[in-house]
């Protein structure tokens, strides 16, 4: 997905107190804009660590 395009999908999730801190600092840091937005960035980094690792697992298999 590109930045800016239109979002259509509401995913309503529950956090520890303690992981809500640590997303809020990460926030805080990369001077990002909205919660929304720091954790939409968490998980395309998440998932693209994921997909990298999966990638390396078939090259050596």
Do not use: W
Not at 2 to 21: D, Q, S
Not at 28 to 43: E, I, P
């Amino acid at each position: 997905m590109v930045n800016g395009a239109k979002k259509t999908e509401r995913i309503p999730v529950m956090f520890e107190k303690e992981l809500v801190c640590e997303v809020d600092d990460y926030s805080f840091r990369h001077r990002m804009r909205t919660r929304a937005a720091t954790l939409r960035h968490l998980v395309r980094v998440g998932l693209t660590l994921e997909n990298k690792e999966n990638e390396k697992g078939e090259a050596t298999a």
